[in-house]
């Protein structure tokens, strides 16, 4: 982003909140995270190692002892490796 469009951009934040702009981030990220994903020449191994991390964190106490956070995390990892629905684009 260049000089002048942080300025509007920061503005535009300023609007919306800063758990909007934490949502419309965080949705940029994953559409990333996507596409690299389906876009890799070995998306198995990307999805062994993923599904070996997301085990390691979901063993984590921070995420054990919360059911309602493994289950967010869970639908999060799961929305991260389903390809996407063509009607809904």
Known sequence: MTLENQWPASE????IGESEVFGAQISAIVSMLRAMYMAHPAPETVRH?????MAQLLSSPYVSDDPDRQLVLQETAA???RHPNPAAC
């Open 79 to 81: 929305s991260l490796t």
């Open 12 to 15: 535009a934040a300023g609007r």
């Open 49 to 53: 190692h993923f599904d070996q991390l």
